[in-house]
């Protein structure tokens, strides 16, 4: 799988930089995020560098389906799963997208209902 040496999420996916792994395997990383927006806060990646989901094709199918499927067993194994978790993906500047590699958010340990109140 081949990593873009311009991109963080590619190097710390090959270990190059550091990060606080919570689960790996062959296709995909997960880690803590280093700015947490919640009491936990997972970031779920593909191993192969996709920049956004405006890049998606029917050919990334597996990829992004493999990578939901495991965020919800991080989050299961984080004990997220009976009180609630809540999964984001930004796609663009405007969403506050920073890095350009493809990742879920996985957020969990406080509330997330919407509309908030
Ligand atoms: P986004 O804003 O959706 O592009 O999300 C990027 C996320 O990556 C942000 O929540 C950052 O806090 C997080 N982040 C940036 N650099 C690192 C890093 N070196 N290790 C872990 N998380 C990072
Ligand atoms: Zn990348």
Redesign the pocket.
């Known amino acids: 799988m081949a990593g873009n040496a311009q991109c ?1 999420f590619c190097r ?1 996916a090959s270990g190059e ?1 550091p ?1 606080k792994k919570v689960h790996e395997d062959a296709d995909v990383v997960a ?5 947490p ?1 919640a009491p936990t ?1 997972v ?1 779920v990646i593909p191993r192969k560098h996709i920049p956004m989901l405006n890049d998606l094709t029917d050919a990334d199918a597996a990829t992004i389906g493999t990578t939901i499927v495991r965020a919800s067993e991080i989050a299961r194994e984080l004990r997220l799963h009976e009180d609630g978790y809540r999964l ?3 796609n663009g500047e405007g ?6 590699h493809i ?1 879920v ?1 996985v957020l969990g340990g406080r509330g997330f209902r919407w509309p908030p109140g």
């Open positions: 963080l710390i930089i990060a880690f803590h995020d280093i700015n927006q806060h970031l984001v993906v930004n969403a506050g997208q920073t890095v350009f990742h958010h």
